[in-house]
């Protein structure tokens, strides 16, 4: 499939149907940008009408054009199109390109003919970019097959995709002043079929693309966005201008949940799931690529500030601490090396004022002083043009002492033309300059909360704290008899009997039908209790004043009974009433909100925070998209404003902690297990230091949700641990037993201890070489997996207190091909546990539709390479000291 996008991105001959050297059409633009370029492959000219086409001959179609076509570029009316897409794949084209739909002779194709063209696409195996594309450009090899204006881009490293055409020609106008380059800039059109993933998963594997910018109006396919984002996020920043409101996530919600999570802020959650950077601006775009494709990413957010204008600062100043940053504090040390360029009168501080008539040594000096100091994370310099100030020495001088830096430098040159020569000066010594200080801080915490965010989505997360064992068969009757029942919305106590299914704790209740059953019920539990009104037809008890609390009596549950029964027979008279609930009043200092909305792009969506009749004022909430794990679990906590609250603050104790991460990692699982909800609301969840339970909860069900047989977690983004698909049990030769399961983030102790465990020799046949220092950067690459694309299965002893080996494929995006790898503990070699995980693995590809198995052995490595022989593998022994080895794995096994 890459090969088939390399047929369109990086052709070596075009042909442009439709081709014209009548100015204005949209044939005449393409055709000539493409030759005006300097495309170094063949170009033809395909119009039946015309002989030659601006110089070049013209054919009357594709199948007489005398060489094999890489790319058509189709220029025509729609009603056309169709015959000529069966043309191109009858001629054995490898792509096709559909140019803007606005200059197709003023006709717009209907749902039925972009259809058909797919379908042709699809049966030549041809990949089509547009329709309504305005093109693409690969600056590296001279070819512009766009209609945009202005002529080629830069070469460079930033690779940009935007659904917006008049961003890219105002990019291309921009960027030519601003000397910035580009890899690739593509133009999705209205995406059929190329869209953004495959766009990420071919730039992501693309040696000249250093940094993905993308401008997104809207996102379909958000599983295999989110895939390949996740892929490349970590080595290859992404970076995303999203525009837009999702009508979908404005329409009312009959939850808390509902009404706080709307779409952008899934958007927001999904990205940050991913390791995506998003901003709000083009300029912050740009601002944000230029540092990361000249500087190294900080280390923390402690900036130190270098200015000869005092006020410009502390404007820098103020901006970073508002949004998240610390001013640097300097040792000892660094503040002598300071004092000795001020006047006597000033104190050496952050920000450090060299004065209006501060000279480039002294610019030199300060910031290799503040790039020396420990507690300093990354610098800005700062210069306002004044009296006798020598911008482009000062520049310079900054270059001087930046040079060889492990910390990123940031300028900001105030100004425009005096300033001129000392932009050229730091883009030749690869120092991102900027007009304003606010800018260079901006672009500084976006980096630094991109790196620091990596950290902890790719943090080892603690095991579950104790087994966790939910009754889905319990809870799947409940969601099947409220929908059976013609129902979307669950009552009280059915809601209550869901969560508890999946052990979450649930303040205990009674339903009572009369006064008297009420009384009875709460002397069992205790005054004071709390009595709600139970009704399928009311979504917000308070809306009807359906909940009275803290009753201490007979005789107030008594009147409670009526007086509830007053007020819904005179706010919703239509509404049935199944009884009064009673509760145990609940006494506890935090009232948290836990909820779960299905967004229209992303699906489940995870939100918690403060709760209460509040939650909608405070709206101090975090969000994140399922499956959870404690430590993703904790950061969600841990991102509340009034998170120091439930930590414990000033002598007060905060909540149990542990338990509310739990709590979330359970959560999860319910709304991963049951596509069906389309709303959960738990608020008030009580909480102290002791634990929690649930006070109030709200659930609301999808009734046209189709549960997909066999595959219940199709409404995710993120496939979860496929523990149940792919875990067995199985016997080595000795007897002995081993579990076999598809590795987890957790397993990152067991594995680095499996691997020091192993010796040098093993080490080198698995690694071709000697293995870096297992640190924890090094050792994520095997446990934090994205099991859309990567399944490792490991051996685990019965005691699950070690792991005796590992085998593992990679995919490609397109699961044509997957790489193998397996590694076994010395202790275990010689048992048969390399046949079998491999014999395993093999059978999981099968399952996959992956088309082809490849790997790499050592020639040395015998006992390897006739396991591969036993197998079917193919051989390609051209290499002296390693053999390329594949197996075709859909092909029918010999008997």
């Known amino acids: 499939m890459r090969r088939k996008l390399e047929n369109i991105f990086n052709p070596k001959s075009i042909a442009v149907i439709g081709a014209s050297s009548r100015e204005g059409t949209v044939g005449q633009a393409l055709f000539h940008n493409l030759k005006s370029a300097g495309f170094e492959g063949q170009l033809f000219a395909v119009n039946p009408r015309h002989e030659m086409v601006q110089g070049s001959p013209a054919f009357p179609g594709i199948d007489l054009v005398p060489e094999k076509v890489d790319l058509a570029v189709i220029v025509l009316r729609w009603p ?18 559909i140019a803007m739909s606005d200059f197709n002779g003023g006709s717009v194709p209907s749902a039925e003919e972009k259809e ?49 055409d008049a961003l890219i020609a105002s990019i291309l106008d921009w960027s030519a002043a601003q000397k910035v380059g580009f890899s690739y800039i593509v133009s999705t059109g209205n995406i059929s079929d190329i869209g953004f993933a495959d766009l990420i998963d071919f730039f992501g594997a693309d040696a000249q693309t250093t940094c993905i910018l993308i401008y997104m109006e809207s996102l379909v396919q958000a599983r295999r966005f989110m895939s390949a984002a996740r892929s490349f996020a970590r080595n290859k920043p992404i970076i995303v201008l999203k525009s837009g409101r999702s009508e979908a996530g404005g329409k009312a919600a009959l939850s808390h949940t509902g009404f706080l999570a709307g779409n952008e802020d899934a958007y927001d959650a999904a990205f940050k799931r991913a390791g995506i950077i998003r901003v709000d601006t083009v300029a912050q775009l740009f601002n ?49 090396q300071l004092g000795l360029l001020l006047p006597e009168s000033r104190k050496p501080r952050n920000p450090v004022d060299l004065l209006g008539n501060a000279e480039p040594a002294q610019f030199e000096q300060a910031l290799k002083a503040c790039l020396l100091d420990q507690g300093v994370d990354a610098a800005l310099v700062i210069l306002a043009p004044q009296y006798a100030t020598d911008a482009t020495g000062s520049a310079m001088a900054v270059a001087k002492a930046a040079k060889g830096s492990q910390k990123p430098v940031l300028a900001a040159w105030m100004g425009e033309s005096y300033v001129a020569d000392s932009r050229e000066a730091f883009e030749t010594a690869r120092i991102p300059c900027y007009r304003y200080p606010e800018s260079a801080v901006d672009a500084f915490l976006r980096i630094w909360r991109y790196s620091s965010s990596l950290e ?132 506890k200092p935090f009232e948290l909100l836990l909820g779960a909305r299905k967004d229209p792009v992303f699906g489940p969506v995870i939100i918690f925070g403060k709760g209460g009749v509040g939650a909608q004022v405070y709206n101090d909430t975090q969000m994140g998209l399922p499956p959870l794990n404690m430590a993703l679990a904790q950061q969600i906590v841990e991102h509340t404003r009034f998170f120091p609250l439930l930590r414990g603050y000033r002598g007060l104790p905060g909540i149990n902690l542990l338990e509310m991460d739990f709590l979330l990692c359970k959560f999860s699982y319910l709304v991963m297990d049951f596509p069906e909800i389309r709303e959960i609301d738990i608020n008030p969840y009580m909480a102290d230091h002791l634990g929690g339970l649930v006070v109030d909860t709200r659930i ?73 220092k297992m640190s924890h950067t090094w050792m994520v690459r095997f446990t934090h997996i994205d099991y859309d694309r990567e399944i ?92 390329e080895v594949e197996l075709d794995i859909q092909a029918p096994k010999s008997p």
């Open 288 to 336: 944000i690529a230029h540092v990361l494709a000249l500087q190294p990413k900080p280390k923390g957010n402690r900036l130190a500030i270098i200015t000869n204008a005092g006020g410009a600062g502390i404007l820098a100043t103020d901006y970073l601490e508002y949004h998240g940053g610390q001013l640097a504090r300097f040792s000892p040390a660094t503040t002598g």
């Open 80 to 97: 056309l199109i169709a015959d000529v897409a069966e043309a191109c794949g009858q001629a054995g084209v490898g792509g096709l390109m």
């Open 792 to 883: 490792a299965i490991v051996a685990e002893t019965p005691d699950k207190k070690a792991l005796a080996g590992v085998v593992r494929i990679i995919e490609d995006a397109w699961r044509e091909t997957a790489e193998y790898a397996i590694l076994i503990a010395d202790a275990y070699h010689g048992k048969g546990l390399g046949s079998i995980l491999t014999d395993y693995i093999l059978d999981i590809a099968r399952q996959r539709k992956i088309k082809k198995i490849v790997a790499s052995v050592l020639a040395a490595n015998t006992p390897m390479i006739h396991m591969f022989e036993r197998r079917g593998f193919t051989f390609d022994r051209s290499g002296v000291d390693v053999y």
């Open 456 to 587: 902890l989505l790719y943090e080892t997360p603690p095991a579950i704290p104790k087994d966790f064992s939910p009754d889905f068969e319990a809870a799947g009757t409940i969601v099947r008899q409220v929908l059976q029942s013609g129902r979307s919305m669950l009552t009280g106590p059915e809601a209550r009997l869901l969560l508890e299914a999946y052990q979450i704790p649930v303040n205990p209740a009674s339903i009572a039908s009369s006064p008297g059953e009420a009384v009875a019920y709460a002397r069992a539990m205790g005054y004071p209790v709390v009595m709600k009104i139970v009704s399928p037809d009311i979504a917000h008890k308070t809306d009807v004043g359906g909940v009275i609390l803290n009753l201490a009596s007979d005789r107030e549950v008594e009147r409670a009974y009526e007086t509830l029964l007053e007020r819904v027979a005179l706010r919703r008279p239509s509404a049935k009433l199944t009884g009064m609930m009673i509760e145990k009043m609940v006494r």
């Open 700 to 772: 609301i069900l999808d009734p046209d949700v189709a549960r997909v047989p066999h595959n219940r977690y199709q409404h995710l983004v993120i496939s979860p641990y496929p523990g149940q698909q792919y875990t067995r049990t199985v016997q080595l030769k000795d007897g002995s037993s081993m579990l076999l399961r598809p590795v987890r983030p957790e397993d990152e102790p067991a594995m680095e201890q499996m691997l020091q465990n192993v010796s040098s020799d093993s080490l080198y046949m698995r690694f071709f070489g000697s293995v870096p």
């Open 116 to 164: 058909k063209v797919l379908d042709i696409c699809k049966r030549y195996g041809m990949r089509l970019l547009g329709p309504g594309t305005l093109g693409f450009l690969a600056p590296h090899r001279r070819l512009n097959a766009s209609l945009a204006p202005g002529g080629i881009a830069l070469p460079g490293n930033l690779a940009l995709i935007s659904q917006s």
